[in-house]
């Protein structure tokens, strides 16, 4: 089993209640990474979540619906993400929301992944924490597996770059 991705070894939902207890947990984390916050994530979470729900009688393979899970969430945060540039800004901004919070690390790690291009973003998520394989990610972005690599690399660069970047920040702070 050591060879064998970690979505691999999750049993497989049955139907669409199962699918949502099964999968709602780890869609929610996977949509914080992209969206940035917990408000948003949960946001995105449940609206993939409705799609998969009506799509539950066409999907055949009970395999298929975390792969249709995925491709729903990326898409809609694109479409999301796209609609957010043409916000407009307020004076006051709101207080952030409370959500799960983590090690000052984790923290610095999703504030750096919020900073870089939402195609390197998304392949970072998709490949390193929902552990899909190359081709699976090629699918879900609607890519070759050569962009997937490319976009994987230079997001893992970039992300590299932007957490050094905030330690000096800090540093120069102190």
Known sequence: MSGMRRDQQLPV?????????????????AARLLTGNW???????????????????????????????????????YRGSKARRREVLVAQPPEPADGPTGTPL???????????????????????YLDLSVDEVAAVMRCSQGNVKSQ???????LRREIQAREQSNKLRE
């Open 106 to 128: 984790t923290q610095a790690v999703l504030d750096a992944l919020g900073a870089i291009p939402a195609g390197q973003r998304t392949a970072l998520v998709l490949r390193y």
């Open 39 to 77: 408000d948003s994530g949960a946001d995105l979470t449940q609206e993939t979540l409705v799609r998969v729900w009506r799509a539950w009688g066409r999907i055949r393979d009970p395999h298929a619906a975390r792969a249709y899970a995925h491709t729903t969430m990326v898409r809609l945060w």
């Open 13 to 29: 939902p049955t139907g669409p209640e199962a699918f949502v207890l099964a999968e709602g947990d780890r869609l929610l984390r």
């Open 152 to 158: 994987t690399s230079r997001g893992i660069e970039a």
